[in-house]
């Protein structure tokens, strides 16, 4: 499994909190596995002992809607403001 594709804004659907689709370069994806939380991995001071983990995005498989044989595993980060940035894209 390679790298394609590194940070590009994306629109990302979701539901209760949980993506559901995401259209990246004009074509619209559908999730079809069970999305994995990525979470950051700072500390906010050493003295907490169990930290509150906070949530940074996502990584699940899409598939394209247009080609069925379009299947990528992607890594999408919510930042400031709420837009999506795809950090990274597997085939």
């Known amino acids: 499994m390679g790298v394609l594709h590194a940070t590009d804004l994306v629109a990302v659907a979701t539901e209760k909190g949980r993506p559901t689709s995401l259209m990246w370069r004009g074509r619209r994806y559908l999730i079809t596995d069970t ?3 990525l979470h950051g991995d700072e500390v906010l001071h050493d003295a907490i002992t169990h930290p509150l983990v906070r949530l940074v995005g996502w990584r699940f498989q899409v598939t394209s ?6 299947v990528l595993v992607v890594d999408v980060h919510r ?4 837009r999506w940035e795809l950090v990274a894209a597997y085939k």
């Open 65 to 70: 809607t247009s080609d069925p044989d379009d």
């Open 79 to 82: 930042h400031d403001g709420g």
């Open 35 to 37: 999305p994995t939380p």
